[in-house]
């Protein structure tokens, strides 16, 4: 031990020698084993889907990581997914199902078998089925097997059915469909590669969560600017290069000002909207009449344009017509010859270069200084124009002419809830969308790209179906679509009353291709239009954050009639673990965990495809459940069976599916075409058509859980135009038929609503809803303000309140998770310092938030990193004590707060003796980010967020103290 | 034994980028769930489902609120680990000889076997990165993923950190620092890559690459960018000439 | 930092024994009758037994507290073990010594002087080595634990000594003049400790994250929502009011009260058993300044905390 002792010199330093340093001698194993097997599957815990290997050891999970070759996520996980251990091993799961025994919300319950579950659910949904079927209301929420659940409901019967899209991000799905046929969302993504500008709006996380963390580290890689516009600074927004700290509800304004900078500078790509766009297309202009704004059509209906330089009207997609983009032309070929027509563009140009949308003005409402504005309209169209892509990739368009490359204007977009979550949100949308092909940039190389099988334009969706309603008969369609009109509607005889509970596709919200799930338990509970007998919910957590107005909600699952039965008869519910919901429940159907059963994520759903593969995934047991729980598909295809539904019983009666692995094997919606596209045909040889392979799980298995192909080089771009990709497409049964998808800067089915509020066609708007319809329906994207600013006093709300994903938390699933919740345990409201100093609050004291619908007292937390008009939270932290299998006094209900209890599903009253749903009025988006606030400081002597609530009980054990996770494996 | 070993060439470590880093906590909990498994003794976390969880972390992600003079106050999202300090003051104080430094990578371990839970080391680390077990009562800190980044059961490719194989946004990047030409050598000399606390005196080994400078929003439009502005009359003028270009 | 009852414990208790084995290795006259002697000699070495085992209380594991003598070359830590085990052992040799043999014990005891000061010493540099707590990393701190320990020591062994003046100064005058150099060096500690805070290191939340050249750094979120380690152990920080009203507190009880037992008995000419009231006092005043020196100290982790 000989020492060298170099001393470092400090005043009092540490000693220096060779010391010894044999690792056998401290028994060190550098090199241990990690598991005994690995298996490799689809990632639950959020949307994202990402691929992950998951490490067992002696039967346990040891570890998991990201899977290097899957499409979504290369290789990397993110928070939560790397706390899969601890979801699949928590306390809070379900054991087995339970029957209510006490008042709902008590929480009491009696554990009983399968068997007495499954006939009771039947009974219960069996009766209403033969004697009248709208009485079921069944909504899923976080789910993803929504091609199964569709197809239950529909062979069912009833019109009640949806998923969670509605309070979710229906503006994003249905600007953008409706716009281009593809979306943001989960839809489509930026050129990572390419870009040489991003602007993200409105995004704390997002379903593709991974995938934008890799993009922008991309982004940052190659040097490529990004710009973040959201009144929070924090995440993606903090890494930004630059931050528009937009006042909320108002990014319509700060695009249209863009818009307006760029048209006044001539910075527009005419070629990519002659050829793409409907700017040529004719408009009618005929004030009062019955077609006025309606687009000039020939004989066989198609659209109409002008020959630039000529007078000559004639079909827009003539081949080799030069079209108008301005002026006025007689329609002399229409069938009422003699009026005239303008172009899209010339009503576009005159509607955005409008003064009101100079810089200088947005900024009066949107907060963001005219010189912001200016200069980013000015890098976007250098960008666009002066850092013009040309990729060497020959392609040919839908009128068969070749093009020998890709010219791509390298600006790409991305935009979720903090756009979509608003009363203004499908607008803005829009706007946004109309920003990105006024470049030029949608499918282009550098631009926004779509993700396979997008593009679907609404010539590829459905339209809702109503069916004919018979008792025991199944619907003739799926219940959600795309209306293109009031006689898309669904409405009953009167041409008033909604068909359906949530009241999708009524005048409320004609556009809602989603449905309302955030107004079913509200409309079924006043009975408006109709009560319900049976509510059947999956994997939603409607009783706490998946519901405005949570006390309210909780309220009226547990609400008594006259005679004194519950107003909602009977609410069956699936859930995993034991969440608030539970507790409203009379029958609790338990699941499995993700890693213990069998999810198909179809391209019939929601794919996991990225901008250059066609992809599809599974997720398949890699254990055995410990408990007696079943998976939810399974029990769905077992109560189809019972009941007899045509499609899920053989001739004879006998169930046609084993359970959900036979069925995403061998179910067929169209001949050959089934849940998974890869590995089709007996042999397994073939993708996307062909008929069932009994080996197709096996196969997925082997591969990781996922297929993919490769979309080939001609198709990744321009796929909206692109015949090479349409014929690739209907080859691998991604569509039927080759499909125009002409983008629609003006949509027209926003006009026919409007005109049937100026009560010129039939059916017509009811007065009551005349007035929102002409106002919020323009067809050119527009800007109103948000409603519920617009109900209230601006003195006595000044501020605007906000929720954002944390990303290490999943909604409510968190909490139950010991990892997990010691990062997010409790929530405070995030307050700008200059509304701290003015209220007089420090960090550390307590407030009252105070909305038009009521107050919550909560910790408070101050930041400058903000907009000074914004306060903001955490979404879904705080949880109602007994929930989750937390312990009494666990933070998550002690200090943790919901933000729901502020927000309202419906407006505050605005004299019309009417109340409004707090929702878009176009898609019937929940407009969650519409809340005003006040703040006052609170006296909370007992440090207890309110409102708190009684308890509920649990059915499970008692959770462990301690979590020692890998203890066997280790030294 | 707790004398610093002579310093060696190889110097492992980790090199993160606060420019990109979104906060996500990825790398925390990835690190949690390989170490609960592997090196040592679990991760353990106590009141797991009570009124105080608390667990041992080998890293955790701090968030800072910067405000510049002149514009808007921005956020830093901050991890933190070990840095593996060249002059390690934990490793020196510790008596038992559990707190070592390896001599032939630098890496700084605890033998865990030989630990006392004297948490004298935690003291006497400047950066927190030390932390005790509440089970286990022994001290844990980041390994530098020792079991990884030499594990011969992991593909070649795998031998990292867990963190930085997971980090979604590629903040964290691992290599030899001591190796003026490794790439991470490389991105701290171009980045201007700095040490944490330089004034503790303990010449960190893990390098932070600092956050890229931000437009403020008060910034007006580059004269040369200034679109040139239409009148909005001379709009459909300036049209016919540009379609007349488009032939 | 956190003022763990078990290490307050420690070094007042520990502090006080050693003191009083160093003074009586040096030969502070104690009584003739060796049951005595040996009872005296039994409590100095007790109070230091005492604090040492009490440290063992905060380890994780006690079992494997052994293993703490070897890094002596490093670590303050297991020097101290090492001088402390040295120093019990050599006072246990020179007690039997002193009772049952002739033999000639005061090189011997000496020794025992010599270890006991520096286990002293080993104990107050495990903290002011420490440059990550600025309140401590000062040569002042070794002074004062130093001086504590002689003052409380010497009240001991003064209280169960037979001798009333050493030389021509009576006891308690020199008690009373040690306490009070013990505690201007105190007060002198105290002054410089107010100017060393963590930023006067140049220790800032800037440097901490790199992130000072863009302005100014204030925390926003804390990693975790709850506690952990660091936050209990070491970003615990009492208020400024309520340092100042316990600081007082110290000098009164274990200042003020002493010195005034100790005027007392020189005035009156008490006799020195007396001057165990002082040493109680002392003690108690010693738990309130240990309880501070570690409640005050603000360690460098906060600057990641808040
Ligand atoms: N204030 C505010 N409120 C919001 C939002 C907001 O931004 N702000 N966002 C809204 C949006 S967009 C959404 S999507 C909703 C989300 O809200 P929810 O859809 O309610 O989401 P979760 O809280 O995750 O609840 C889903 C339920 O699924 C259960 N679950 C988890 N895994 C499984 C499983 O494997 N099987 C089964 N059967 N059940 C499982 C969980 O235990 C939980 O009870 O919240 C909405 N609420
Ligand atoms: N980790 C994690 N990931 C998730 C989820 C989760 O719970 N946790 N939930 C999943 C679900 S269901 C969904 S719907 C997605 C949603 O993912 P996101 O779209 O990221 O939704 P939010 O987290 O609600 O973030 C909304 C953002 O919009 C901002 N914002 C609010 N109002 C405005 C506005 O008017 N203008 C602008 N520009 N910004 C505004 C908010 O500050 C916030 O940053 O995330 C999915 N991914
Ligand atoms: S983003 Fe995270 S939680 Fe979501 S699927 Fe991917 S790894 Fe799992
Ligand atoms: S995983 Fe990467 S981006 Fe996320 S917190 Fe860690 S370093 Fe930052
Ligand atoms: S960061 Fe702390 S624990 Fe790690 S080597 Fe440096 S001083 Fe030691
Ligand atoms: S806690 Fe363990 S590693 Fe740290 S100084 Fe004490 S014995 Fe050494
Ligand atoms: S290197 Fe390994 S131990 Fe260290 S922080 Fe990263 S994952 Fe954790
Ligand atoms: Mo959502």
């Not at chain 1, 600017?225 to 006042?247: L, Q």
């Not at chain 1, 045909?681 to 073939?686: N, T």
């Not at chain 3, 060096?185 to 105290?190: N, S």
Request: glycine letters at 10%; hydrophobic letters at 40%; proline letters at 7%.
């Amino acid at each position: 031990m000989s020492q060298t002792g170099q001393e470092t010199g400090q005043e009092i330093g540490p000693g220096r020698g060779t010391g010894e340093h044999r690792e056998q001698e401290r028994g060190l194993d550098a090199s241990p084993k990690v598991s005994d097997r690995v298996a490799r599957t689809t990632c639950y815990m959020c949307a994202c889907r990402c691929g992950i290997n998951v490490h067992l050891r002696d039967g346990k999970v040891r570890y998991i990581e990201g899977n290097r070759d899957h499409p979504i996520n290369r290789g990397v996980l993110c928070a939560k997914g790397s706390a899969g251990i601890m979801q699949h091993y928590s306390p809070a799961r379900l054991r087995k199902p339970l029957l209510r025994t006490g008042e709902r919300g008590s929480g009491q319950f009696r554990e009983i078998e399968w068997e007495e579950a499954l006939t009771l659910a039947t009974e219960w949904l069996g009766e209403v089925r033969m004697r009248d079927p709208k009485k079921l209301a069944f909504f899923t929420g976080r789910d993803q097997s929504q091609s199964l659940t569709s197809w239950w409901a529909q062979q069912y019967g009833t019109p009640n059915y949806a998923a969670h899209g509605g309070f979710c991000s229906v503006n994003m799905a249905a600007a953008g469909v409706y716009t281009f046929g593809g979306a943001f969302w989960e839809f489509g993504a930026a050129d990572w590669e390419r870009t040489k500008l991003f602007l993200i709006f409105g995004v704390a996380e997002d379903h593709d969560s991974n995938p934008i963390k890799l993009g922008l580290s991309r982004l940052k890689e190659r040097g490529v600017k990004t710009i973040a516009v959201n009144p929070v600074r924090t995440g993606y927004n903090a890494v930004a290069d630059e931050w528009v700290g937009v006042t909320p509800g108002t990014d319509g304004l700060f695009v249209l000002s863009i818009v307006h900078e760029l048209l006044k500078s001539g910075k527009v790509d005419l070629d990519y909207l002659i050829r793409y766009t409907n700017a040529p297309w004719l408009v009618i202009d005929d004030e009062g009449a019955a077609d006025h704004g309606l687009f000039a059509r020939d004989k066989d209906g198609k659209p109409l344009v002008a020959e630039r330089g000529g007078d000559k009207v004639v079909a827009y997609d003539k081949k080799g017509v030069k079209p108008a983009l301005k002026g006025r032309f007689k329609l002399a070929d229409g069938p009422d010859g003699g009026r005239e027509g303008v172009p899209v563009f010339e009503l576009l140009a005159r509607r955005y270069l409008d003064a009101s949308l100079a810089p200088e003005e947005t900024e009066k409402t949107t907060g963001v200084p005219a010189d912001q504005t200016r200069r980013i309209a000015a890098e976007i169209a250098e960008t666009a124009f002066e850092k013009e892509i040309v990729v060497d990739q020959p392609w040919t368009d839908m009128k068969g002419e070749r093009h020998d490359k890709m010219i791509g204007r390298p600006v790409s977009f991305h935009a979720m809830r903090g756009i979509s979550a608003h009363s203004n949100g499908f607008q803005t949308c829009r706007a946004i969308h109309l920003l990105q092909i006024l470049i030029g940039s949608i499918d282009t190389p550098g631009g926004f790209r779509f993700e396979p099988p997008y593009p679907r334009p609404v010539g590829l969706q459905p339209k809702p179906h109503l069916g004919p309603n018979l008792p025991g008969e199944p619907l003739q369609g799926p219940h959600l679509g795309f209306p293109e009109g009031p006689e898309d509607l669904l409405l009953e005889e009167d041409g008033v009353t909604p068909v359906r509970i949530d009241k999708a596709f009524s005048w409320d919200a004609p556009l809602s291709a989603h449905g309302l799930m955030h107004m079913v338990i509200s409309n079924a509970h006043a009975r408006d239009p109709y009560g319900v007998d049976v509510l059947f919910l999956y994997m939603a957590n409607m009783a706490w954050n998946s519901s405005m107005n949570t006390a309210g909600v909780m309220k009226m699952l547990s609400d008594r009639d006259e005679d004194g039965e519950y107003v909602i008869p009977k609410i069956i519910y699936s859930d995993a673990y034991d969440s608030e919901m539970v507790s409203y429940a009379d029958l609790v159907l338990p699941d499995t965990t993700y890693l213990e059963r069998f999810d198909c994520i179809s391209l019939l759903d929601r794919p996991i495809g990225e901008p250059d593969v066609l992809a599809d995934a599974i997720r398949w047991p890699v254990l055995e459940p410990d408990r007696d729980v079943r998976g939810f598909q399974s029990v769905l295809l077992d109560l189809g069976a019972r009941m007899g539904f045509p499609g899920m019983v053989k001739e004879d009666g006998s169930p046609r599916y084993k359970d959900y692995a036979d069925y995403i094997i061998h179910h067929e919606r169209k001949p050959g075409r089934g849940p998974l596209a890869g590995w089709r045909g007996k042999d397994g040889d073939k993708t996307g058509r062909g008929e069932p392979n009994e080996d197709q799980l096996e196969r997925y298995i082997e591969h990781g859980g996922f297929f993919e192909i490769e979309l080939p080089e001609n198709t990744r771009y321009y796929r909206h135009a692109n015949r090479d990709w349409q014929e690739w497409a209907v080859e691998h049964g991604v569509q039927d038929s080759i499909v125009e998808n002409v983008f629609q800067l003006y949509l027209e089915p926003l006009r026919k609503f409007q005109l049937s509020a100026e009560g010129k066609v039939q059916p017509a708007a009811p007065e009551s809803h005349r007035e929102q319809i002409i106002r919020c329906f323009e067809p050119l994207p527009d800007w109103y303000a948000p409603f519920e600013g617009e109900a209230i006093d601006e003195g006595d709300f000044p501020f605007h309140a906000l929720t954002q994903r944390p990303a290490a938390m999943y909604h409510s699933w968190g909490s139950q998770n010991a990892w997990l919740r010691q990062i997010y345990g409790t929530n405070p409201l995030f307050v700008p310092g200059a509304v701290c100093d003015s209220a007089g609050l420090k960090d550390g004291d307590w407030a009252w938030v105070i909305s038009p619908h009521g107050r919550i007292r909560v910790p408070v937390k101050r930041t400058d990193a903000v907009n000074p008009k914004t306060m903001w939270t955490w979404n879904a932290i705080g949880k109602r004590s007994g929930a989750w299998a937390l312990k009494p006094g666990a933070p998550e209900a002690s200090k943790g707060f919901l933000l729901n209890h502020l927000i309202n599903e419906l407006l505050p009253p605005k004299g019309d003796g009417m109340r409004w749903s707090n929702s878009d009025p176009v898609t019937g988006q929940a407009a969650w980010f519409d809340l005003r606030v006040r703040i006052e400081k609170a006296e909370a002597p007992d440090e207890l967020s309110l409102p708190q609530f009684p308890p509920q009980e649990n059915p499970l054990p008692k959770p462990p103290e301690n979590v020692t996770w890998g203890k066997e494996w280790t030294r | 034994m707790t004398l610093l070993p002579a310093p060696s060439t190889k110097r492992l470590g980790l090199v993160i980028d606060l420019d990109i880093c979104v906060g996500c906590h990825a790398c925390a909990v990835n690190c949690k769930e390989w170490n609960t498994g592997g090196y040592g003794a679990p991760l353990g976390d106590v009141d797991a489902y009570g009124v105080k969880p608390e667990g041992a972390w080998l890293n955790r992600i701090h968030t800072f609120e910067v405000s510049p003079k002149d514009s808007p106050a921005q956020i830093v999202h901050f991890p933190k680990s070990c840095l593996h300090c060249q002059d390690a003051p934990c490793v020196t104080v510790c008596p038992t000889g559990a707190s070592y430094k390896r001599s032939e990578d630098g890496i700084v371990l605890v033998d865990e076997d030989r630990c006392i839970g004297c948490g004298l080391c935690s003291w006497a680390c400047p950066y927190g990165a030390r932390e005790m077990d509440p089970v286990e009562k022994v001290m844990k800190k980041c390994t530098l993923c020792i079991d990884r980044i030499y594990n011969d059961n992991l593909a070649e490719i795998d031998r990292v950190p867990a963190c930085v194989r997971t980090c979604p946004a590629h903040a964290r990047h691992y290599g030899d620092l001591g190796d003026p030409n490794s790439d991470v050598s490389k991105m701290v000399a171009e980045r201007g890559g700095f040490d944490l606390m330089p004034e503790a005196g303990t010449r960190p080994v893990n390098k932070y690459l600092p956050p890229r400078a931000k437009t403020s929003p008060n910034t007006p439009p580059k004269q040369s960018e200034q679109t040139e502005s239409l009148e909005a009359t001379g709009f459909l003028g300036w049209l016919d000439k540009a379609l007349e270009k488009l032939g | 930092m956190h003022p763990a009852i078990s290490v307050i414990l420690f070094t007042v208790t520990s502090g006080a024994g050693f003191g009083a084995v160093a003074l009586i290795g040096a030969g502070y006259p104690l009584s003739d009758n060796p049951v005595f002697f040996f009872l005296t000699a039994l409590v100095a070495g007790a109070l230091a037994v005492i604090g040492l085992a009490s440290s063992t209380f905060h380890l994780g594991h006690p079992e494997r507290a052994w293993r703490a003598f070897s890094q002596w070359r490093s670590s303050w830590l297991s020097r101290e073990g090492v001088a402390s085990v040295i120093a019990l052992t050599l006072f246990g040799i020179f007690v039997l010594a002193r009772l049952f043999t002739d033999l000639p014990t005061q090189g011997l005891g000496w020794a025992v002087s010599a270890f006991s000061i520096a286990t002293v010493f080993t104990t107050s540099m495990i903290y002011a080595q420490l440059r990550t707590v600025p309140h401590w990393h000062s040569w002042l701190t070794p002074a004062v634990y130093l001086a504590f320990s002689l003052a409380s020591g010497f009240l001991l062994v003064a209280a169960a000594g037979k001798a009333s003046a050493l030389g021509e100064i009576p006891v308690a005058l020199i008690a009373m003049l040690i306490l009070l150099i013990a505690w201007a060096l105190k007060i002198v500690w105290w002054q410089r400790a107010a100017g060393a805070s963590l930023a006067s290191r140049g220790m800032t939340s800037g440097s901490a994250t790199g992130l000072g050249k863009i302005g100014e750094v204030r925390l926003l979120e804390r990693p975790h929502t709850g506690g952990n380690y660091l936050t209990r152990e070491m970003v615990h920080q009492i208020g400024r009011k309520h340092a100042a009203k316990l600081r007082f507190i110290a000098l009164v009880i274990g200042a003020a009260l002493p010195v005034v037992i100790a005027a007392a008995v020189a005035w009156w000419e008490f006799a020195t058993p007396v001057l165990g009231l002082a040493f109680v006092a002392m003690l108690a005043g010693l738990f309130v300044e240990r309880w501070l020196f570690f409640a005050e100290a603000k360690h460098s982790v906060s600057l990641y905390y808040e």
